[in-house]
């Protein structure tokens, strides 16, 4: 049972993480959508409000919307709730100002906290999964503002610096130990009281081969390899919609990766700088983290067997998340069995997302948030250096069309 | 241990079926290529040929090919062996012509047998799985060759006639009866020792839940219910992907439908005529039987499933194949457990398709058969009304991309 | 000749009168680019900066640019000084930040100035052509300027207001009279010795027959007609790539035109309101233009007709220019024997853009100013409610693809 | 006077001569549509069948049409007589076959013979001008036939020969003369009380500067020191939307070259042989002949220049026409003051394509024949070496859109 205090103070600082990460942009940079997939910052910072005043505020019969325009404006694709605004477009909206959306936020959050506090118990508990849900959605988007910023400023030749970096040093990478799991009928899928998605639901069973899973992510100088062998230039490992990705994007490398002369560039929310061989490469899409475990005559791991392996081990839920603020993957720390299996990047399966056996959607237009992306995306495990830990489990499942790569997405090898 | 002759019958037999089936072709038919899935005719009949020209005769000291240039013209996707022809451009070759490949395929021919009937018996025994393999290809290509037929015949406004009907009587469909069965861990996988393709391998170990099959096919009738209640017209039902589809494709029922005044007319092999409403519904993508499943509150079977129930039934390769000429699937029959489990239409599956665990692809350009294709694609069980009967197994796993829907594929609900 | 302080007191004015169009905008609206023809508002700014920048002072050894990379940012075509920043990526620039941009045109204008001021008379002569060239580009900027934000706000639904409206009285609309005018062998292009572009010399020698002039442009209510007569869903009055147009775009009406249940709306920089039909049509391309024309069994005046007209007629350059404020074209007024041939809307003739005999483009990178657009254009005179009064001439030769309608373009018939 | 016995002459004359074009060709020749522009052989033999069933047959009672489907099927782009069938779909015609589309000829040309043959006197100069009209357009066609087929062959790996080549020698290439001519005002357009077509008229005065022309076309060898000196490489010499097109479109040379090592090869009629240097260059685009031009520092001419030279010059419709049975242009005869002006190649001129002042369409459908076309083109002159000879005036005007080159199109330089 959570108290309203408790729930308030839940609200006010997830929704104040959200602006916070803005802290660093202009107000130019709120506009900017620099691809389809991408969305303005200005656009995360409404449709998360858009969330609360959709579900909690517009059913109060005495609520007055701040801008009735808003719930087409950022809708984000809830058909059920009216023609959403073409995604495609959203930079070409200058109105709402930044100044706008900032009293939208203001003014729905003062009336949901008023809410919250008048709310009685009993009425509480009802409400409260909805809230949670909502702030569950608003640290998704607190990871995307920052994969969408670092995309928008990637474009401008200005490279524009999200943040100074912080020093860092880096010993050199320790060669993969492969450590061995057996198999058998496991469950998996969430079993606590707590909150989780519903594609996380039901715990179910299911049967696992014996398999091995590698200590540690593929690290930078690793896949440089795999690119000088010749990688990107011959069909051989990749799939055949893999290979077709490399041609018609022509890729050469992760994204973000820039070649000058013989030197290897990588573009970071730190700015332009030397590519750093012992950290984990990330910004690699499922191709491309596929045909590199054919290189290395490896696989990548199932989600279940992800799952399992990070159930198994010793439960710790640390790792380089949000909170770290480095927004970048880091090097291999010594002291674990598998290293970096929470945190750093996210590690593609070689799973495609589909229904556990089972698999109900909530009720309502809520039942578009998760059932209705269940086909072409794969399932990514673990969270990365730009998720809030807190927003993380062992259990949940991730998912991104294969040919992705702005989300941080990287590489562990299985066999 | 298979006999020079055994050999020999079955490729003459095989390479004769996939001639015969041009009987009723003119000239001009074998030419076309009316959208980048389809392949005129006529390359059908020189890539067949082209497969055991390049795996079987080329490696030959002393064969001298029938023209090098069939070399990149008939090479469908195998990068190893350099680039093919573009895809898309087929329908540009006038040349070769049609006499031009049928001598190709009878030179090619000529030169198997003689072969085939000078090997001495280990080396025949080494070389049978390549002919046999040749010959599955070529199976695959009988089957394409009718939908592709199919497809060319549809846009031409003068509705070619590929064969006349024989007139069929339709008793009015039964009520469905649910079949239960038992979950456990199961095995799957091909487990003979025939031929089977390298993705029905290795044989491993599942767990399937309790679950439950439609004892016969959806209907012509009962899909329409779908479209009158507006199936087309509101996303609720689709995937996010598939209501995309619908909307770009501009869909309004299954390929082949149109609609004259009040009426419902269907294409088919036999021209076009008025829908009959008792015959299974047919040429339906991925996203229409899964929304289809959705709004009878049911879903579709996993693979696992619908193998575990072909395998547990009567067992018995009885169905409408190819062999019985219909060349369209026909109403339920009434003596069997499970209807249609083989033959009339490929049915979909819940399942992407994927490796089995321990996957390995075929050595060589080989390798190139089937694992390069298992990303954005879902599983289709059983055979269709255009395959040939020998050609299927209860362990066979058909695979297309969810908005393909000129392939004769199918509807069986589970739940 | 010109002194220095007349040509500084030019400068100083047509720069300041730029940043004044500016005043009613948002940072955010700087940022938006809502279609590749149309530029930010920023990059318009920056952009005829970089003019002077690059011209006048680059030359200059002493000059410190500054910043470098400004030079390829903000380069609009010019393939003689290096590789512009693509041109429909423009929107994806969050920096450099508006307050940097003003930065850059305060630095510019005060390097500028001091070479101006101290500049020797000789010296000064030879660079004043070049600085005047300079403020007649940072006019048509101007103009485009005022038609980019236009439709950046067109498509944005909140439809952000530019300026309030002035209350404005509408006459009804006059019948139109035919003015005749005798042909004869004529000579056409700039015959002064002020400042005009390349593209309207030399001046030289054409034939014309006799001509008629409508005496006033087309008017909403006019145009009504050929909308309410079918003109948008029958080809009979259209070029066979107008008719393309109209399939393709789903043209239904002018630019900026909406119906609203069985009324019209019309977008302009005072917000959204009510058509008023006895303004002259606005917002159309050429095609329309034509069609229209085809269906009052009249043409479009050729541009030697028009600049015929308007050089026999009572000189004057009085006018509905941008310094009038309507920013929308306004309707006939009673005094002139041909009404609006000068401002209000640039007026379509049926002449393709060519060189005219003996055309010769200028020197080195300012060559590709208006030369290389000769080709699949056609030629619009006359200036618009949106153009400045100083810049136009009746020599002057406005171009744009028949299908753009984005600029204040009209129509006046002729036979 | 025309007698019935002349025209029924001309017509069989005609439509004979279309048929042995099409001697060559394999059945599966006729049904291949390589690109949007182009028609398959089989669709040019209907449609010019459809012209007169359309204008001549079916407005006669008794007519029983041949198939009425044929009415949408091989109507071009005439949107009165109803929706065409989408042009870019023709290659997915196979039915009707080549031998039905052969009757359907054989049909129509059967009754229309009858039809002339007892025709009233006074009917038959009514209806004479419609059955020329038929047999110009016809004309154009057989030049299209070729132009088709040879793309078509072109894009086939095994590059089919239309007919075998028989030997010319080649005299080394003169150096180019200036014929110069005297301007002033000049009448342009036909003249005389024979066929021509709707856009040659109205006769009209125009005025004419001196000019001068190169007294032959220009060579493949003069046109490789083009490409020699970086012409496809640097845009200084580039109309914008050339450049664009050079970029867009990857050209390296003019339509039908190759370079194998350091040899130029191009593929003719003949096939596929080794480049000529003293033929004229043909199959550029407006953009490449303008491009050379300028590199030339010279320009192309204006269709009045080119019409008042070809009148002014001692007059003959000698050239190298389709009745040479070249089929490819060949080099400059020495005997005539400005050589190749007719016949070779079609000579791109500086003209957009628009009406002549006055210009009236024909009435009804075939008002649809030349004026909907006039936008986007530039006009050529002076017919082919694939033209009827009888086909061409020295008033004739052709159009293509500036970035076509699958016509014999070429350049001769102006100044």
Not at 146 to 164: A, C, E, G, T, W
Not at 233 to 262: E, F, I, M, R
Request: negative net charge.
């Amino acid at each position: 049972m959570i108290s309203n205090q408790a729930l308030i103070q839940s609200f006010t600082m997830t929704r104040g993480k959200t602006e916070s990460l803005c802290n660093p942009l202009e107000i130019e940079d709120y506009v900017i959508q620099s691809m389809p997939d991408v969305s303005p910052p200005k656009w995360h910072l409404a449709h998360t409000t858009w969330f609360f005043e959709t579900f909690l505020l517009l059913p109060l019969t005495h609520y007055k919307p701040f801008n009735p325009i808003f719930q087409t404006l950022f809708n984000s694709y809830y058909q059920k709730l009216g023609q959403p605004y073409p995604r495609h477009k959203r930079g070409y909206l200058a109105r709402p100002t930044v100044q706008q959306v900032y009293a939208y936020r203001h003014y729905v959050d003062e009336k949901i906290i008023k809410y919250l506090h008048e709310l009685p118990q009993d009425e509480l508990q009802r409400i409260a999964p909805l809230i949670i849900l909502g702030l569950e959605h608003e640290q998704q988007h607190q990871e995307l503002l920052l994969m969408d910023i670092k995309h928008n400023f990637s474009l401008d030749p200005v490279y524009p610096i999200y943040q100074r970096k912080s020093d860092k040093t880096h010993s050199p990478t320790q060669d993969v130990d492969w450590v061995a799991f057996s198999g058998g009928v496991m469950e998996a899928g969430y079993a606590g009281d707590g909150f989780c998605f519903d594609n996380e639901l039901p715990r179910h069973s299911h049967f696992l081969a014996d398999y091995q899973l590698a200590n540690r992510l593929v690290t930078n100088d690793e896949y440089l390899e795999f690119i000088e062998a010749g990688g990107y230039k011959t069909p051989d490992w990749w799939l055949s919609d893999g290979w077709d990705a490399v041609v018609n994007n022509q890729w050469q490398a992760p994204a973000y990766w820039q070649q000058q002369g013989n030197e290897w560039y990588v573009f970071t929310l730190n700015g332009l700088g030397k590519l750093n061989p012992n950290e984990p490469v990330v910004h690699v899409s499922y191709y491309e983290a596929d045909a590199y475990a054919r290189f290395k005559q490896a696989r990548l791991p199932s989600e279940m067997e992800w799952e399992h392996a990070a159930t198994t081990l010793p439960a710790k839920l640390k790792g380089n998340f949000l909170e770290e603020n480095h927004l970048h993957p880091i090097h291999a720390s010594e002291d674990e069995t598998v290293k970096q299996l929470l945190g750093d990047v996210w590690e593609w399966t070689l799973s495609p997302y589909t229904p556990y056996p089972g698999y109900r959607p909530l009720k309502g237009a809520l039942g578009e948030y998760n059932g209705k992306f269940m086909s072409n995306q794969m399932v990514l495990r673990g969270g990365s250096c730009v998720t809030p830990s807190s927003h993380i489990r062992t259990t949940y499942r991730n998912f991104f069309q294969p040919d992705k790569r702005w989300q941080f997405s990287g590489i562990r090898l299985a066999k």
